[in-house]
């Protein structure tokens, strides 16, 4: 049982924050998805067996039905469990997003990122929060009952008062997963320019981790479960397609820059639009490729396990000497702890420096 991941590499504007690959020439949309389609053909032997399908990017949501029902076709999505696609709130009508459900879509993530106009502004969204809201409504009216949206955080002059009312809203729309993030500023953004010309000024460390605890504490006293770093669902809705990237399960990636594992190879598509549409075209794409060592699988479980309320199993912790010593000196100070069930898992105090701690853990 595998997923498969179908990256669409087109926005009609860019955030301010974002290094994702993609790109504003949507005028290159259909070459693009003919491409996408070929790719589709060329490895249809690896995608028999397909459980959860996730449409990302970029923003999915600049396509037509049309081809996203033809990229389903030709995948085979009969048989999946979830079928995820991501939607930008700019892009929402009602009877888009019926046709997008017809379509066999089953689950949507919206990035809803903030419900404050003048915060989205600034991280240079290109949508309202009424439109927003209005999406998740129209949504829940074409049948969708797993929605998540995306919430983000620490944004430049944000308050605390201002997020707490973002989370509670959030809630109020009754969506069954959120997924948070803490703005992060990426190498070449727009928004690390502004930084660093002292346009805008990031918010401080100690607030970033306030924002995170009150998030965990609200979205828990809603119901919601904290499966991952970054991710609460209410019971029985986490995503299965992510939940597959962080426990080694199998998955195919098509388009630009897409990533795939076959374990244990790892291989990615070229994140250059021109050299993935004329390489599919050809014949000829250079897909690139490393198989991981056992090393490599040690330091991606570390990574990918401490994410997530299942953990590490405590044996991983055991298996080189350096990190004996280091995963010991994190469960003395309270950063780490030991399930019942022989799991090493982070506390709260270890997900603020979470990537601190797997850098420790991880070896050369
Ligand atoms: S819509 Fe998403 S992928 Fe596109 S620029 Fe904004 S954050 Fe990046």
């Known amino acids: 049982m595998a997923g498969v991941y179908v990256h669409i590499p087109f926005c009609k504007k860019r955030c301010l924050y974002c290094d994702f690959f993609s790109t ?16 589709i053909r060329a490895r249809k032997h690896e995608l ?8 990302g990017g970029g923003t999915p949501s600049v396509l037509d039905v049309a081809d996203i029902q033809q990229i389903f076709d030709t995948i085979g999505t009969e048989r999946a469990e979830e079928i995820t696609m991501e939607l930008n709130p700019g892009d929402a009508t009602p009877a888009y997003l019926a046709a997008i459900r017809a379509a066999g879509i089953n689950r949507l993530s919206i990035g809803v990122q903030s419900l404050d106009d003048r915060l989205l502004q600034l991280i240079g969204r290109r949508h309202t929060a009424a439109q927003a ?20 955080y620490a944004l430049p002059t944000q308050t605390f008062d201002q997020w707490k009312t973002d989370i509670q809203r959030a809630l109020d729309l009754g969506v069954q997963h959120i997924s948070s993030y ?3 500023y990426e190498e070449g953004t727009a928004l690390t320019k502004m930084r660093d010309a002292g346009a805008i000024e990031a918010i401080d460390e100690d607030t970033e981790n306030e924002m995170y605890d009150v998030l965990c504490e609200q979205l828990k006293k809603a119901g919601f479960v904290h499966y991952e770093v970054s991710n609460f669902a209410l019971p029985g809705y986490e995503a299965k397609h992510n939940s597959s990237y962080w426990d080694g399960t199998p998955y195919i990636g098509v388009g630009a820059g897409a990533h795939s594992y076959l374990p244990p190879v790892r291989s990615w598509n070229p994140d250059d639009l021109d050299a993935y549409i004329y390489g599919i075209m050809a014949h000829n794409l250079l897909r690139e490729s490393e198989t991981l060592t056992e090393k490599d699988r ?11 309320r299942q953990g590490i199993n405590e044996e991983l912790t055991r298996r080189y000497r350096d990190v004996i010593e280091t995963s010991t000196r994190f469960l003395n100070d309270g950063s780490l702890q030991k399930t019942p069930e022989g799991r090493i898992v982070a506390t709260q105090k270890g997900l603020h420096i979470l990537n601190r701690i797997i850098e420790a853990l991880m070896i050369e």
């Open 298 to 308: 040690y330091n991606e479980s570390i990574m990918l396990g401490l994410r997530t």
């Open 133 to 152: 809201i209005d999406t998740v409504r129209w949504a829940q009216a074409a049948g969708f009952d797993n929605i998540s949206i995306d919430l983000m």
């Open 24 to 39: 504003t020439l949507l005028e290159r949309r259909a070459e693009y998805v003919t491409a996408l389609l070929e790719e």
């Open 182 to 184: 803490g703005l992060m």
């Open 48 to 55: 028999d067996d397909i459980r959860t399908v996730y449409l």
